[in-house]
């Protein structure tokens, strides 16, 4: 059983159990969290899909911790001018494991 949900303005496909990475959310660690945007759930080969989302279906999850991703290194150059930018970034992430699907 797996489902296709919007967590923090972006899709994923989630099981019981898988460990994901997702935006920073604003939720103590150790806390569970329900997303009710679930836009489809396949159980067992029965797949059901939302226009936009299913009502009734959630999907449980619980916040292990908060960190910060890989540094991305942006640098923009323009040749023959003496212009360079170098500039990093890290984006905040929070890990969550889902512990179930209901419709």
């Known amino acids: 059983m797996y489902a296709i949900v919007e967590i923090a303005g972006q899709q994923f ?29 396949d159980n067992e080969g029965k797949i059901t899909v939302g226009a936009p989302a299913i009502t009734g279906a959630s999907v449980g999850a619980k916040v292990l911790k908060h960190l910060k991703g890989d540094k991305v290194i942006v640098f923009k150059k323009k040749r023959r001018k003496g212009y360079k930018k170098k500039n990093g970034h890290r984006q905040a992430l929070t890990q969550i494991q889902i512990e179930g699907i209901s419709l």
């Open 13 to 41: 496909k989630v099981s019981k159990d898988q460990k994901v990475y997702v935006h920073r959310l604003a939720t103590e660690e150790g806390e569970s969290v329900t997303f009710d945007k679930v836009l489809l759930v």
